[in-house]
């Protein structure tokens, strides 16, 4: 992990977001369950990329990418539900059209199931260091701001309260009749963002939005990462 921050660092000296091939790399190094993914810059790879990855479904998610962006889905450059090398190949035509000018290429992720879009993350404060976030995630987090915080590194003890603290906790461990999400899943996640935070001084902040959760599993469906 230090291998990658320092290579990055040493081609972007001021910092700055990872593209996602490199934030991809990082987070392997702490076995993150994140979804699995391909980088496509050109239709014929795109296509190739969805019939690798498509999932029992058939379905792929395909988002534009290019240095910089940060919020993809309200600039329309995720496109979600794409069923074979027809509709693959008409969304990257779309994406190339609308973006082209920026867009260096696409990422394809299977179209995960339905679960809990949640919300895990590390922001670093001036004065105590990094902070472990959790809460609500997807599209809407902007707007419902559902987190709690827990210094770095967390306990055992941490992780619980982190996990009771935002005002989405009955979504994770259960209410009317919903069972309860992978609270061991996402503990590990908060427990791993603490690690890598802590292992790395250069990370200034990381999103997980969303994580979507399930009650036997969780998936990491877009990550950001921010060194410094
Ligand atoms: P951004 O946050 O930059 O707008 P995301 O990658 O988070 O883009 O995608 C936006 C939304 O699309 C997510 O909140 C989620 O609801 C949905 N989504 C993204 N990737 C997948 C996927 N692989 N499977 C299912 N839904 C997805
Ligand atoms: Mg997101």
Redesign the pocket.
């Known amino acids: 992990a230090r291998e990658v921050v320092a290579r990055f660092l040493g081609n972007h000296p001021e910092g700055g977001w990872l593209d996602p091939t490199t934030a991809a790399e990082l987070l392997g190094h702490y076995a993150f369950p994140v979804?699995p993914w391909a980088w496509a810059s050109d239709e014929a790879e795109a296509v190739q990329a969805a019939e690798r990855l498509a999932g029992a479904d058939g379905a792929v998610?395909m988002?534009a990418y290019w240095p910089g962006l940060?919020?993809?889905?309200?600039l329309g450059a995720?496109v979600?539900d794409l069923r074979g090398p027809e509709q693959v190949r008409a969304a990257y035509g779309d994406l190339t059209r609308r973006f082209g000018d920026h867009m260096t290429g696409v990422v394809v992720?299977?179209?995960?199931g339905r679960g809990t879009?949640l919300f895990a993350g590390v922001v670093q404060d001036a004065v105590f260091g990094p902070l472990v976030l959790f809460g609500l995630?997807?599209?809407a987090t902007e707007v419902l701001t559902d987190h709690a915080a827990r210094l770095a590194p967390l306990t055992d003890v941490d992780v619980r309260e982190l996990m009771r603290s935002p005002r989405c906790a009955p979504l994770v461990f259960g209410h009317r009749g919903g069972g309860p999400l992978d609270v061991p899943g996402l503990e590990q996640v908060l427990l791993r963002l603490s690690r890598m935070a802590c292992d790395l001084p250069e990370l200034a902040e990381m999103d997980f939005?969303?994580v979507?959760a399930r009650a036997e599993s969780v998936v990491v469906?877009?990550a950001r990462v921010r060194l410094r």
């Not at 940060?70 to 309200?74: D, I, M, P, R």
Request: proline share 9%; net charge neutral; glycine share 8%.
């Open positions: 979804s998610v988002k940060v919020h993809k889905s309200a995720v979600l992720q299977p179209l995960a879009e995630g997807g599209t939005n969303p979507l469906v877009d």
